[in-house]
């Protein structure tokens, strides 16, 4: 049995339109709760979710990817006794897993508020989202089940169905809770969280009951600590990548200003800087990840499948087609930002002078997306450990560039674009020899790297040229968007021209044609 080389890539695109409902949901989600307890509030509730972010880590960082990487393993083998033992086990070993750290964070909830946060309020918070740990680990095995089944329509239309109860649920507890106080808001919004995760969990069960592929008897399974060991394999090193990742954010926070301060600016302009940088700068930068991560998600399990079979002409089609999709996004949201940097930080955030600091972080952001791409691939080949390397590296490189580069008054904010890049480039590096060095499967650089080039450079041209002749006639926020979607076009078009994009390759995954075998 021979997957279709495009089935991973129908998945990305259905979760990226997925992606882009809920990340409307849980942006109208964030207004209404922002509106309804003020910015204190809003400070309040902040305190809470990176350590809320840190338990999930913890608890079940890596765990989807794991299911969906052994469940496609054994898919490929024909081996389905085997992918209903792996979820059975794998939901007993969440299910203890999270319940024992589920009652530790409850019973030391006071804790956990008043020396981890600094603040009483987060104390009821605290004790009603321990639950939810319990139903994200759970659903996270679900998902990975499905992921590695190819399903992913049905973890993606729950997902919709997840922030909309969250929101109607946030509503109803808000305009209930309204006249007692900021830190009873604060332990709605995180009931309506809890609710929303028990709802995906329970939509998740139905469907995996209904859907789930039934096996001969007669099949051999592998013995319990044989799945346990190989599924350890993978969660182990990708919780702790997650945990340290959410520990470095929590070290920006503290670093960051404290560095400029060193560089000679105020309190207050310092934390005016790293505002600018975390909460729109990067922000922005990221924004495009909604794509690269949808594909990430389904590659994982598409690459471990055809690893599984050592079918190296399909996995080089996949390795390339997909670092040409980082490639191509990367560099058509890269001239967007370089372009437009005053622009988009005036409409979007009211401060023009977040351009700047947005015209140079654009610069190591394709860098970041091809190293998303990478991570995801090495994870397909087996490469856990080598992805946690990986990650401790870029973390060195990071904290290095911030203390070292940021007190320079010179380089200030900039110090840590300067990291960005080094950090993106080195580990860009260290992941290209690791899978050089130990899998037939190479770069195509004419296809990956000079094609999308030679199709920007007129996208450049041509915006440029737009911008300039429309400056009189229109708004600049419609120039902007006319001279850019234009331009868009002409990028197409030059992607088509050249066959870094085929026609059928597109209508295969949009779904308007069936793909090619």
């Not at 990340?23 to 809470?48: H, N, P």
């Not at 190819?150 to 993606?156: G, L, S, T």
């Not at 729950?158 to 007692?180: C, G, P, Q, S, W």
């Not at 004419?446 to 708004?475: D, E, G, Q, R």
């Amino acid at each position: 049995m021979a997957l279709d080389n495009m089935t991973y890539l129908q998945g990305a695109f259905i979760l990226t339109l997925v992606n882009l409902v809920t990340g409307i949901l849980s942006f109208i989600y964030r207004i209404f709760l922002s509106k309804s307890i003020g910015a204190e509030g809003m400070g309040v509730y902040q305190l809470i979710m990176p350590l809320y972010m840190l338990f999930i880590q913890l608890v079940s960082g890596g765990l989807s990817t794991s299911i969906s990487k052994l469940v496609a393993e054994n898919k490929a083998r024909h081996n389905y006794s085997n992918i209903g033992k792996t979820i059975k086990i794998a939901v007993l070993i969440s299910g203890l897993w999270s319940v024992t750290f589920s009652s530790l964070i409850a019973f030391n909830a006071g804790f956990l508020a008043n020396n981890i946060l600094n603040d009483e309020r987060p104390f009821y918070s605290v004790i009603i989202f321990s639950p939810a740990i319990i139903f994200i680990a759970l659903a996270a095995v679900l998902k990975g089940y499905f992921y590695g089944t190819e399903q992913v329509k049905i973890p993606a239309l729950i997902d919709i169905a997840e922030k909309l109860i969250r929101l109607v649920v946030l509503i109803m507890t808000t305009n209930y809770l309204i006249d007692y106080g900021i830190e009873y808001i604060c332990a709605g919004a995180m009931t309506a969280m809890v609710t929303g995760e028990l709802l995906s969990l329970f939509l998740l069960y139905i469907t995996y009951r209904r859907k789930k592929i039934i096996a001969a008897a007669a099949m051999r399974t592998d013995s319990a600590m044989f799945i346990i060991s190989n599924m350890l394999k993978v969660v182990i090193p990708l919780s702790i990548s997650g945990a340290v990742n959410t520990i470095l954010d929590m070290l920006d926070a503290a670093l960051i200003p404290d560095q400029l301060i060193k560089a000679g600016f105020t309190k207050q302009l310092s934390l005016s800087l790293y505002g600018q940088l975390t909460g729109m700068v990067l922000p922005l930068i990221y924004f495009p990840m909604i794509i690269i991560g949808s594909l990430s998600i389904t590659l994982i399990p598409s690459v471990a499948f055809s690893f599984t079979y050592k079918n190296w002409a399909v996995l080089n089609k996949k390795y390339n087609d997909s670092l040409t999709i980082a490639s191509i996004i990367g560099l058509g949201a890269t001239i967007a930002f370089m372009l437009f940097p005053k622009e988009l930080c005036s409409v979007l955030f009211n401060c023009p002078q977040a351009g700047k600091l947005l015209f140079w972080s654009s610069i190591p952001c394709v860098l970041e997306y091809w190293l998303f791409v990478l991570m995801a691939i090495m994870n397909g080949l087996n490469f856990q450990g080598k992805v946690l390397e990986s990650t401790i590296l870029n973390i060195i490189i990071m904290v290095t560039s911030i203390i070292i580069l940021m007190p320079m008054p010179r380089l200030n904010i900039y110090g840590y674009v300067i990291g960005l890049g080094i950090s993106s480039l080195s580990v860009i590096l260290s992941c290209l020899r690791i899978i050089n060095k130990n899998n037939p499967i190479r770069v195509d650089t004419k296809k990956c790297i000079l094609k999308p080039i030679l199709c920007a450079i007129p996208m450049l041209a041509f915006i440029s040229l737009a911008n300039f002749h429309l400056t009189s006639y229109t708004n600049f926020r419609y120039n902007m968007m006319l001279s850019y979607i234009l331009g868009s076009g002409i990028y197409a078009i030059m992607l088509l021209a050249t066959g870094t994009i085929r026609p059928n390759q597109l209508l295969s995954v949009i779904g308007l044609k069936k793909p090619d075998a």
